[in-house]
């Protein structure tokens, strides 16, 4: 027999109910900001949005947009603003531990935008889900309408969230005949977050580059590093054959310098194209991070496939790695994104 409690709990509709075939995509986003355990997820119509920071001095969100996913409902708190948002806490490794729960959604794996099935979404047809299987009981078809066939390697996800007290509930199954596993994992009122808000028109460098040419720069770079500074200069004009001779010594668009108790490298980016494919630069600037900070963004970079550097003013330092999705149906491209906002030490201009 039903208890009340569960009676209760099916009468509620949940703030958030999404569903996925494959959580390979939206599993490697929650990685890319898991350098901390709790996470805030910040739910909105337009997808979720998680947030982490340390040490009150690095503040990662990964953006992960409402239409990677095959079915995204989201009922606002308030029905009398339905863009009112919602917003938990949650323990990431966690939430990590249970997408990879059929071995399938590791850091390994392969991204979800390769082949795919045909898959229906949520208004193809009605459905009810609480989190417990209960969209089959009226009349829905629950997580097996997500999942691929046996041998897919890839674990289908349907995830709800019934709101404040409540837990986020996790159904996962990797074969529509297989077994089914539910995760409770417990959510807590989400905290205030540092604030670190970055001005586009207040920006003194502004670098978009192939993630490739940072990633390498960061994996060849000794952990004992205890400082990075970016260095940027102006371009120069050329009008001309003999100014562009002269500009042979003038200094780098570009310097990354790593320091640490054993010395220093200095690592230099070329006015090229295929480098450096947007630069914006207005005055000579030079700001130095913590280099373990810096570093916590490397499985970020590892994923994404460009990279945009942007330092205000201030020396307030934003990195945006792009992680593109391609929707199965449609073959329609989505541009999420992990961002990374880190203070600087000191400002060395």
Same mark, same amino acid.
């Given at each position: 027999?039903?208890?009340?409690?569960?009676?209760?709990? #099916?009468?509620?509709?949940?703030?958030?109910?999404?569903?996925?075939?494959?959580?390979?995509?939206?599993?490697?986003?929650?990685?890319?900001?898991?350098? !901390?355990?709790?996470?805030?997820?910040?739910?909105?119509?337009?997808?979720?949005k998680v947030i982490v920071e340390e040490a009150r001095s690095i503040l990662g969100v990964a953006y992960i947009w409402s239409g990677i996913f095959d079915e995204f409902t989201y009922t606002a708190p308030d029905p009398e603003d339905l863009d009112t948002?919602?917003? =938990?806490?949650?323990?990431?490794?966690? /939430?990590?531990?249970?997408?990879?729960?059929?071995?399938?959604?590791?850091?390994? !794996?392969?991204?979800?935008?390769?082949?795919?099935?045909?898959?229906?979404?949520?208004?193809?047809?009605?459905?009810?889900?609480?989190?417990?299987?209960?969209?089959? *009981?009226?009349?829905?078809?629950?997580?097996?309408?997500?999942?691929?066939?046996?041998?897919?390697?890839?674990?289908?996800?349907? &995830?709800?969230?019934?709101?404040?007290?409540?837990?986020? /509930?996790? $159904? $996962? !199954?990797?074969?529509?005949?297989?077994?089914? %596993? %539910?995760?409770?994992?417990? %959510?807590? @009122?989400?905290?205030?977050?540092? #604030? &670190?808000?970055?001005?586009?028109?207040?920006?003194? $460098?502004?670098?978009?580059?192939?993630?490739?040419?940072?990633?390498?720069? &960061?994996?060849?770079? #000794?952990?004992?590093?205890?400082?990075?500074?970016?260095?940027?200069?102006?371009?120069?004009? @050329?009008?001309?054959?003999?100014?562009?001779?002269?500009?042979?010594?003038?200094?780098?668009?570009?310097?990354?310098?790593? @320091?640490?108790?054993?010395?220093?490298? @200095?690592?230099?980016?070329?006015?090229? *194209?295929?480098?450096?494919?947007?630069?914006?630069?207005?005055?000579?600037?030079?700001?130095?991070?913590?280099?373990?900070?810096?570093?916590?963004?490397?499985k970020a970079v590892q994923n994404s496939t460009k990279t945009s550097l942007r330092i205000d003013e201030e020396g307030l330092l934003s990195l945006q790695y792009l992680m593109p999705y391609t929707r199965p149906r449609g073959g329609e491209r989505l541009?999420? =994104?992990?961002?990374?906002?880190?203070?600087? $030490?000191?400002?060395?201009?």
């Amino acid at each position: 027999m039903m208890s009340q409690s569960q009676s209760q709990a #099916d009468s509620i509709p949940p703030i958030l109910q999404a569903s996925v075939h494959d959580v390979r995509f939206f599993a490697g986003m929650l990685r890319g900001v898991s350098f !901390a355990n709790r996470a805030t997820i910040a739910i909105s119509p337009d997808g979720l949005k998680v947030i982490v920071e340390e040490a009150r001095s690095i503040l990662g969100v990964a953006y992960i947009w409402s239409g990677i996913f095959d079915e995204f409902t989201y009922t606002a708190p308030d029905p009398e603003d339905l863009d009112t948002g919602a917003a =938990f806490e949650v323990p990431l490794s966690t /939430v990590l531990e249970c997408l990879n729960i059929f071995g399938s959604a590791g850091p390994g !794996a392969a991204s979800s935008s390769a082949a795919h099935k045909k898959w229906r979404r949520a208004e193809d047809e009605e459905e009810g889900e609480d989190g417990d299987g209960a969209g089959r *009981r009226r009349g829905g078809k629950g997580i097996e309408h997500y999942i691929g066939a046996s041998g897919d390697n890839r674990t289908g996800m349907r &995830l709800s969230f019934l709101g404040e007290g409540h837990p986020m /509930v996790l $159904l $996962l !199954a990797e074969d529509a005949s297989g077994p089914i %596993t %539910t995760c409770h994992i417990s %959510t807590s @009122e989400a905290d205030p977050h540092l #604030d &670190l808000p970055f001005d586009p028109d207040n920006t003194a $460098l502004q670098i978009i580059l192939k993630s490739s040419w940072l990633r390498d720069a &960061l994996s060849e770079l #000794d952990p004992s590093i205890e400082k990075l500074t970016f260095v940027g200069n102006p371009k120069i004009e @050329e009008p001309d054959v003999r100014r562009r001779a002269a500009n042979a010594a003038a200094p780098p668009l570009f310097r990354i310098r790593a @320091e640490g108790s054993y010395g220093s490298t @200095e690592m230099d980016y070329p006015d090229d *194209r295929e480098v450096l494919e947007t630069f914006e630069c207005v005055r000579t600037i030079q700001y130095s991070y913590r280099f373990p900070h810096i570093l916590k963004t490397l499985k970020a970079v590892q994923n994404s496939t460009k990279t945009s550097l942007r330092i205000d003013e201030e020396g307030l330092l934003s990195l945006q790695y792009l992680m593109p999705y391609t929707r199965p149906r449609g073959g329609e491209r989505l541009d999420c =994104f992990v961002e990374y906002r880190c203070l600087p $030490l000191d400002n060395e201009d």
